[in-house]
């Protein structure tokens, strides 16, 4: 059982290479019963990660959304650009296993995933996979403990 609540928006944004991708989960997404803030884009029209990345980071550091979902070409750029945010963990994910993983040992907030190198049913799965899976704390809890810049 997963630690995230509808009770909460999803918080969702992607450039124009995963808008595709972004446009798919937030429909997988509202038709499991979630609210979807979505921060765009809102075309295939070329445009600036960070600008989609920074919102929807700064509504999951806000605590208005239960968490978030980034895409991007390779979702390196998505990833680096929320992570600058304090209190958001955003992980990279290419496969189910890393998006268990980055719930379960990393306390993850936010997943990023690459449009260009995985299949979007693959990447509906790896969405449903974060969202169903729970932190595991413990030790886990004390490394993610050490994460922030003081």
Known sequence: MSDFS??????????HAGFEYKEAIKKHLELAGW????FGTRSTDSVDYPDYAHPTAAA???GEVTFGVLICGSANGVAITANKHQGVRAGLCWDTEVAKLVR??????????????????YAIQMVETFVNTSFEGGRHGTRVGKMACM
Do not use: T
């Not at 609210?35 to 979505?38: A, E, G, T």
């Open 6 to 15: 509808k009770q909460l928006p999803v918080a969702i944004g992607s450039d």
């Open 35 to 38: 609210q979807v803030r979505d």
């Open 60 to 62: 999951v550091e806000a």
């Open 104 to 121: 379960l040992h990393n306390d993850a907030n936010i997943i990023c995933l690459p449009a260009r190198f995985i299949a979007l049913q």
